[in-house]
């Protein structure tokens, strides 16, 4: 009877560590992607609108100003 619980205390560790893991992952994944997207950003005009930068050019949208990256620039 005690090496069942035992057992059973190990596998419920076992399973909160790999939990732990996944979580990890998740968020690390999340964070490489949110510092890709970061870098994708006019510094001067898109973090203070908030608006998001087209990924093809590195344009920005028509919420942003000027955008020195864009060909032809983006003065919308």
């Known amino acids: 009877?005690?090496?069942?619980?035992?057992?059973?205390?190990k596998m419920k560790?076992?399973?909160f560590l790999v939990g732990l893991l996944f979580l990890g992952l998740?968020?690390?994944?999340?964070?490489?992607?949110?510092?890709?997207?970061?870098q994708s950003i006019d510094k001067r005009g898109c973090i203070a609108?908030?608006?998001?930068?087209?990924?093809s050019k590195g344009c920005c949208t028509k919420n942003c100003g000027w955008?020195?990256?864009?060909?032809?620039?983006n003065q919308k």
């Open 67 to 73: 955008n020195f990256k864009c060909n032809p620039p």
């Open 49 to 55: 609108t908030g608006s998001f930068c087209t990924l």
């Open 13 to 15: 560790t076992a399973v």
């Open 26 to 38: 998740v968020f690390a994944d999340e964070a490489a992607i949110d510092s890709e997207f970061d």
């Open 1 to 9: 009877y005690r090496i069942a619980s035992s057992s059973i205390a």
